[in-house]
């Protein structure tokens, strides 16, 4: 079956330092690769999405490019901001009869003034 | 534009009691899908729908009922809530089940069961 596995977190940051998130993933056939943030109280909100192998999603300064060869999609963002701190989900969805979106554990990253 | 909303909030219910959780979204969404998010255990899917009068059990429909009347709404029925349904609950719809096509999530409704 499909599965997001996503590193343990929390993560702990201090402003403007870089950051990265691993997410890996097991599926057949090409799914459609996504990383969702949830702040306090919130529900998730799409933060950004790729497609297809190589490319890359992008928004408000954070990226991920989908490596197919090795079944990645890391989030990345050159300068973190305490505004950043939020917990970050990365999932993935197929096409066809496996259409449930699957879920990663989430992330919780904490940014430090 | 709402997107997709859910009430009420916040909910305290007693061990036994009965309610509904309300879902609706205004943006003619094909799919629409309720979670559960519990510390740890990240979002676990109880039931999802792909159009009105379809309905499909997710990992965790023990203890839940939903039904699809019209595309808009999508109500989840606590039958008897006991503790364990203590919980963050999340509505989420996209347009199609495609695979490029994310979820649009509700803010939610925090739920105790005493």
């Known amino acids: 079956g499909n599965s997001v596995t996503q590193m343990e977190g929390p993560v702990t940051l201090s402003e403007e330092a870089f950051l990265t998130i691993n997410c890996t993933y097991t599926?057949?056939?090409?799914?459609?690769l996504f990383w969702y943030v949830q702040y306090p109280g919130e529900g998730l909100q799409l933060l950004l999405k790729?497609?297809?192998?190589?490319d890359k999603g992008s928004n408000k300064g954070f990226e991920a490019t989908y490596r197919k060869e090795t079944t990645s999609f890391h989030l990345e963002k050159g300068s973190v901001q305490v505004s950043d701190s939020a917990v970050y989900f990365c999932a993935l969805r197929r096409s066809g009869g496996s259409y449930i979106p699957t879920f990663g554990r989430g992330t919780s990253l904490i940014v430090h003034p | 534009n709402a997107g997709v909303t859910q009430t009420p909030k916040f909910q305290v219910l007693k061990t036994g009691q009965s309610m509904t959780l309300q879902c609706a979204q205004d943006m003619n969404h094909e799919y629409m899908s309720w979670y559960r998010q519990d510390p740890g255990m990240g979002l676990r899917l109880i039931h999802y729908s792909v159009g009105a009068g379809i309905t499909d059990q997710g990992e965790v429909p023990n203890g839940y009922n939903v039904s699809r009347s019209t595309t808009e709404d999508f109500p989840l029925r606590l039958l008897s809530a006991a503790p364990s349904q203590t919980s963050v609950y999340f509505c989420?719809?996209?347009?199609?089940?495609?695979?490029?096509?994310?979820?649009?999530f509700g803010n939610g409704t925090r739920l105790t069961v005493t």
């Open positions: 790729a497609t297809k192998a190589d």
């Open positions: 989420a719809s996209s347009s199609s089940t495609g695979a490029s096509a994310p979820l649009h």
């Open positions: 599926a057949t056939g090409y799914p459609s």
